[in-house]
């Protein structure tokens, strides 16, 4: 996850058991789902979400010019293509 830097750009995606993390400029979004089983991979897994927070915080808390609110634009749909 060391190369995961969040909302440094548009296309890294990462995967901490079923959960995927999109990394957006403006946002990271969280679809999925992790489970935290009481045992050693359950520890690993609420370690790496763990510091994937914490850097993403830690992000938050850095930007200087933090807005009050993001508005984000509604997810448009388009014809297939194919």
């Given at each position: 996850?060391?190369?995961?830097?969040?909302?440094?750009?548009?296309?890294?995606?990462?995967?901490?058991?079923?959960?995927e993390?999109?990394?957006?400029?403006?946002?990271?979004?969280?679809?999925?789902?992790?489970?935290?089983?009481?045992?050693?991979?359950?520890?690993?897994?609420?370690?790496?979400?763990?510091?994937?927070?914490?850097?993403?915080?830690?992000?938050?808390?850095?930007?200087?010019?933090?807005?009050?609110k993001?508005?984000?634009?509604?997810?448009?749909?388009?014809?297939?293509?194919?």
């Amino acid at each position: 996850m060391s190369h995961f830097k969040p909302y440094a750009n548009e296309s890294d995606v990462i995967r901490i058991g079923n959960l995927e993390i999109e990394n957006r400029i403006d946002r990271l979004t969280l679809t999925g789902d992790v489970v935290l089983t009481r045992d050693k991979a359950g520890l690993a897994l609420a370690r790496q979400l763990q510091a994937l927070l914490g850097e993403a915080v830690g992000a938050l808390e850095a930007d200087g010019e933090l807005p009050e609110k993001v508005l984000l634009k509604p997810v448009s749909q388009v014809k297939n293509p194919f």
